[in-house]
């Protein structure tokens, strides 16, 4: 995506990705940010149509987010694991979202898992149960 790593309560706002973005051996690989990892990092406003392929933590908007807000975002984009091996974990918005808060978004976008993969899903690939999700279309 644009960003490889928020952290330090940083904010991606009204961004629009385009194209493919293909990390071959890759983890944390998202169309708008690979990774969030701070209380108060936000990711708001944003579209994204970048076609995302690399091995895991794969999203359609933050590839493994932890602790961010993320809101208002759009994913129209196809989400690809290329990995044969390990744990995948892949989603139309969010590859791993293990803490955070989610509100007023959608997937709209095609998610391809990997053959050994067991955390795939039209949303997310894996979601902690202390995230806060409202509004979240699939």
């Known amino acids: 995506g644009i960003v ?12 629009v990705t385009f194209g493919n973005l293909k990390a071959a051996t890759g983890s944390n690989v998202g169309g708008i940010v690979g990774s969030t990892s701070t209380t108060g990092t936000s990711v708001s406003n944003v579209i994204s149509y970048l076609n995302v392929q690399g091995s895991d933590n794969l999203g359609g908007i933050v590839g493994s987010n932890e602790n961010a ?5 759009f994913a129209m984009s196809n989400v690809v694991s290329t990995s044969t091996s390990g744990t995948m974990e892949v989603g139309g918005l969010v590859g791993n979202m293990s803490s955070g808060s989610i ?3 959608f997937a709209f976008n095609a998610v391809t898992d990997g053959p050994t993969a067991d ?6 690939g894996v979601i902690g149960s202390s995230v806060n999700k409202t509004n979240i279309i699939i």
Request: proline letters at 0%; hydrophobic letters at 35%.
């Open 4 to 15: 490889g790593s928020l952290r330090s309560k940083a904010t991606a706002s009204e961004l």
């Open 119 to 124: 955390k795939t899903g039209k949303a997310f």
């Open 69 to 73: 807000t993320i809101q208002s975002a």
């Open 103 to 105: 509100f007023s978004s």
